[in-house]
């Protein structure tokens, strides 16, 4: 029996492993950060379209879980650089950013002004740490799963995670969404079965940590923000440059750049609202009254 025929008959006990370490984790850290928040409950709070409070507890609680469950499953250090990495730029961003400046070309705007937003300051930190994933994921594949081709492939990966943590970010705009794409995202990695086990224990994990929070998200009475979002990302990114080389980083890479560009043209929330499969997609499991639109920290 082949390595890679070993590969993929484990695959399915440690996706089931990471997946259920990393739903267990986030739930268990959310407990913690509910019951002694840092800094106080009211830094972590934020209002909704509806006037109601929500908390920002789920967008560490969802890192944290997630990495651990992939750690679990053996995903090794690129899933924690890129996991915790994205989580801690976006945990900046929630904190302390201001809403003076939005999206890609904002903070690219205020940075040609010479001024330093949280958001220039996550893109850069986002950029280095899904190089270092990339970079580390590489120099552990040692003949498993498709061989990188060089600096130039470990490049492009480090910008498909970066990319990767900034898009489910573009979609945290209604309760539940952006779970709900993450969820979309990982499915092939952890049903393919086939890949290595840093793409499955990373996909399943995060899926896990996914579902854990789901009905807090969709219920509006938390938000993953972009330290969960951003992670999120980050995760599924890792996972998707484990288990591709130059071809499939490239491909990615196009994809994320067309999704990137278009969210400054184009609504996503306008798009979904108007093709009435998506919609009911989007509202799925979702109170009536939490249709609108949660205010971004």
């Known amino acids: 029996m082949t390595r890679r025929r070993r590969e ?11 997946f259920t370490v990393g739903a267990l984790s986030s739930l268990v850290a959310s407990a913690i950060l509910k019951g002694q928040p840092p800094g106080g409950a009211e830094r972590w709070t934020r209002t909704n379209h509806a006037g109601r409070p929500v908390t920002l507890f789920e967008g560490p609680a969802y890192a944290v879980g997630a990495v651990v469950g992939a750690l679990s499953g053996g995903a090794g250090a690129p899933a924690a650089v890129a996991g915790l990495g994205a989580g801690v730029f976006g945990a900046l ?29 996550k893109i850069v930190g986002l950029g280095v740490t899904g190089l270092a994933a990339a970079w580390i994921a590489d120099r552990s ?56 086990r840093l793409s ?32 999120a ?3 599924i990114g890792t996972a998707l440059v484990a288990r591709t080389g130059l071809g499939g980083r490239l491909l990615a890479l196009a994809s994320v750049a067309v999704l990137t560009l278009a969210s400054e043209k184009v609504s996503f929330t306008t798009v979904i609202e108007s093709s009435p499969g998506l919609r009911r997609l989007d509202e799925l499991g979702r109170p009536r009254a939490s249709h609108g639109d949660p205010l971004k920290p």
């Open 233 to 235: 990302g980050a995760l």
């Open 141 to 196: 594949r040692a003949g498993t799963g498709p061989r990188a081709n060089g600096p130039f492939s470990t490049l492009v990966g480090g910008a498909v995670i970066a990319g990767s943590a900034n898009v489910v970010n573009l979609f945290d705009l209604r309760p539940g969404r952006a779970l709900k794409v993450a969820l979309l995202l990982v499915a092939p990695f952890v049903a393919g079965g086939r890949g290595t």
């Open 93 to 121: 961003d929630d904190v302390f950013g201001g809403s003076s400046s939005k999206g890609l070309r904002g903070h690219l705007a205020a940075a040609r002004r010479g001024q330093v937003t949280t958001g220039v300051v």
């Open 200 to 231: 499955t224990a990373t996909a399943a994990a995060a899926a896990g940590a996914a579902m854990a929070a789901l009905p807090e998200d969709l219920a509006g009475r938390s938000m993953l923000g972009d330290t969960g979002a951003n992670s």
């Open 8 to 18: 993929s008959t484990s695959s399915a006990p440690v996706a089931l492993g990471a």
